[in-house]
């Protein structure tokens, strides 16, 4: 019998159990193990015959043709981006993935190259937007193409086709967020106008609940310089004012935005 054809006995016999089949009959120096007389007990002898079997067929294992040595990616002359940039994004992609497009523009726009450690997981993220996708490329430089490579669970999981079918200049623009018109006047001003209109809305409820979106989006896409003074004025809105809630989310989004444009430009 085969080393192989005898492993299948033993499978079946552990399978089955001792108490109903006695373990094959093992011959040659295999046998002269299993029949050691310290083991009289058939659950015994399986035991050892199965881990000298199991010696037999790892010593008898041949190894394949060396493996061409792994090329390594092509350099990228940029800066790694900074540990809190990194500890920022995943903080977004958890809590406010509605900054994650400028989080990655405002990386490529400053010169920054993202930390190879996220760079399987944004290709992930992305497998079926090609935009988004092809930003988490130029974000990571010729490492991006060079892990797909080696990666196939991180190749992209629609059509060519689908692939490059986007406007390129769409790459470079942040896309839009609706905001109603009455709102949408609001981005150009200052933080103070922008959290001053938004606390008073909570104030009188004309601002509630229902227009959570809308709001984060404002905070998403009004001018950077504001944040600081949005988020002042929405963290003092009075603890028991029936829109505290929202403008403590606000205030957050505010204060998130600010401190994650703050590491990539700095």
Do not use: Y
Request: glycine residues 6%; negative net charge; contains cysteine.
């Amino acid at each position: 019998m085969s080393v192989e054809a005898h492993w299948n006995e033993l499978v079946t016999t552990a399978l089955l159990g001792t108490d109903r089949r006695d373990p094959p009959t093992a011959e040659g120096p295999l046998g002269d193990l299993v029949a050691d007389a310290l083991r009289v007990d058939p659950s015994s002898r399986m035991l050892a015959h199965v881990a000298a079997c199991t010696a037999v067929r790892r010593a008898g294992v041949v190894p394949n043709a060396p493996m061409a040595p792994l090329v390594p990616a092509p350099d990228d002359d940029r800066p790694v981006c900074s540990a809190a940039a990194i500890d920022r994004w995943h903080h977004v992609t958890t809590s406010w993935p509605v900054l994650e497009d400028e989080w990655t523009l405002a990386l490529i726009e400053n010169g920054w190259r993202v930390s190879s450690e996220i760079v399987p997981a944004m290709l992930r993220r992305h497998r079926r937007d090609p935009v988004r996708r092809a930003r988490v490329l130029v974000a990571a430089g010729p490492s991006g193409e060079w892990l797909v490579d080696h990666l196939p669970d991180l190749a992209p999981t629609v059509s060519k086709k689908t692939r490059t079918s986007f406007d390129p200049e769409s790459l470079g623009e942040l896309p839009p967020l609706p905001i109603p018109p009455e709102l949408a006047v609001l981005l150009p001003r200052s933080g103070a106008e922008i959290g001053g209109t938004i606390a008073q809305g909570l104030e009188d409820r004309t601002l509630v609940e229902s227009h959570r979106t809308v709001l984060v989006n404002l905070i998403a896409r009004c001018a950077p310089g504001a944040l600081v003074d949005v988020a002042d004025v929405l963290d003092a809105v009075d603890s028991m004012s029936p829109g505290r809630g929202l403008a403590s989310m606000l205030a957050d989004l505010a204060t998130t935005r600010h401190r994650m444009l703050d590491e990539l430009f700095s």
